[in-house]
């Protein structure tokens, strides 16, 4: 396992959604002290994006889906993280993070931060009835069905979730927490 870092990290998840990654993306780079954790979707869906995953976060860790149990989750109840984002959050990893399924390195992330009482702030993809998104090569149309919204607002009401719908407001909610952490 890594060392301890000297003072608590921020903790982003990167699921395999091509909606608001770009913007995602962008935040990250202008962060400091952040590790990236991806599911396995993560990872593909960045690489046909055209970007290295590895890449990213400057000299931050990266944490990959390779094993059943998700040994990285072991460094929040270390205390390397004082907060967890997971954007952007795609319609899959919504809906088991509301059914309480922790399976992939993600959704335990947000699991294991949940019982370590660590506050997490989560960019949904599926917001609005009706949206366009950047496929790899065009913008396509896209109609979220009432079972992925209906993931996203119950996602609102659990504890220590912050719930954001642009990327505007992650990076509002993001300054907000380390304000309140500095
Ligand atoms: C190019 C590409 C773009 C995708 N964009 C989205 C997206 O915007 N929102 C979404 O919910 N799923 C999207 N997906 C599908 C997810 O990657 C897929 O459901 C995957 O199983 C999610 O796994 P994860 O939640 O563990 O990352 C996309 C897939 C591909 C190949």
Known sequence: MQS??????????????????????????????????????????????????????????????????????????????????????TSNTVAKMVLGLSDTLVTNVYAQAGKCRIPSIILACDTEPEMETPAPDRLVKVWPREVDLAHTHKLRSFEATTVVETPEKLLTAIRLRLDEIN
């Open 4 to 89: 301890r870092p000297e003072k608590p990290r921020l903790a982003w998840a990167v699921t395999g959604s091509g909606h608001y990654l770009e913007e995602c993306l962008d935040i990250i780079r202008d962060l400091d002290d952040v590790d990236l954790f991806y599911s396995r979707a993560g990872e593909e869906v960045i690489r046909m994006y055209g970007h290295e995953p590895k890449a990213v976060n400057g000299s931050g860790r990266v944490y990959h889906d390779r094993a059943a149990s998700a040994p990285p989750v072991g460094l929040f109840y270390r205390g390397d993280y004082h907060t967890l984002v997971v954007a952007p959050a």
